[in-house]
């Protein structure tokens, strides 16, 4: 309940982020591919060997058919799927430009942690780039947790909290407050389990991360807009709005 309250109070103000809409569903992506004005998919670096055996691999085949550039841009620009790199590509289907955005997240021999990392590193600048071509129907492919050692819920979680992250921006000084909030994308992710939990992992991640903006937010105050006393009276408030803290002659207790 109390994360619940929280979520509704942080995010109605929005601090300088986008709204941002989040589906999952339980189909993977190609099924969807000439929907999505913009799609997102994870490849680790066995990805060039893996186009060369494309004609046993459905995502392959799918992407190469909405896609036909694809295999001359994986050659121009040296794309192999390895850790930080990001290959775009774009054809117009349907008399609309539709985008595909693979992500290469390099070995997956590596520490949990550190795939996790290059992951949302990764999608975060997926992201960036839907934004910057303002496409607002995005869809991404949920890689498959148990090759990481993760859960499907604990990698969900993460995905769906960096996209609440990743839109967040500080506007406080900005001439134009309302400049990109009539960007509001929609972001579905494919390949996740049908199970209504799931929904639920969606929902605690907009709760952490508007949670997490309203903090960069405070952070992002200059010292003459946010002093230590301010801070101090800005966290008591919260407190006892949501009684997790009981305060007692400027002593607090119970935090």
Not at 29 to 58: G, K, M, P, R
Not at 140 to 157: E, F, K, N, Y
Not at 181 to 198: C, E, L, Q
Not at 211 to 239: C, F, G, V, W, Y
């Amino acid at each position: 309940l109390f994360l619940k309250k929280v979520f509704e109070t942080f995010y109605a103000f929005k601090l300088g982020a986008f709204m941002i809409i989040i589906h999952v569903a339980q189909q993977p992506l190609i099924t969807y591919l000439d929907q999505q004005e913009c799609s997102i998919a994870f490849v680790n670096d066995q990805f060039a060997q893996q186009l060369a055996n494309a004609s046993i691999d459905t995502a392959l085949i799918s992407y190469r058919t909405s896609f036909p550039a694809l295999d001359a841009l994986v050659v121009q620009q040296e794309f192999t799927g390895k850790r930080g790199q990001l290959l775009h590509v774009t054809n117009y289907i349907t008399n609309t430009l539709k985008h595909l955005l693979l992500v290469g997240i390099g070995s997956d021999k590596r520490p949990v942690h550190e795939q996790l990392e290059t992951m949302r590193r990764g999608l975060a600048r997926a992201l960036d780039c839907a934004k910057r071509y303002k496409r607002i129907n995005i869809g991404c492919a949920v890689p498959d947790a148990a090759t990481m050692g993760m859960t499907p819920d604990a990698l969900l979680r993460q995905l769906a909290l960096l996209v609440h992250m990743n839109s967040y921006e500080f506007k406080q000084f900005k001439t134009d407050k309302k400049e990109g909030t009539d960007y509001t994308p929609t972001i579905t992710f494919y390949n996740v389990a049908d199970d209504s939990t799931m929904l639920d992992v969606v929902k605690q991640a907009e709760i952490i991360g508007a949670a997490i903006n309203k903090t960069r937010h405070l952070a992002d105050l200059p010292a003459n807009h946010l002093t230590p006393t301010d801070l101090a009276q800005e966290a008591q408030a919260l407190a006892k709005q949501y009684g997790i803290v009981e305060v007692k002659d400027e002593l607090v207790v119970n935090f």
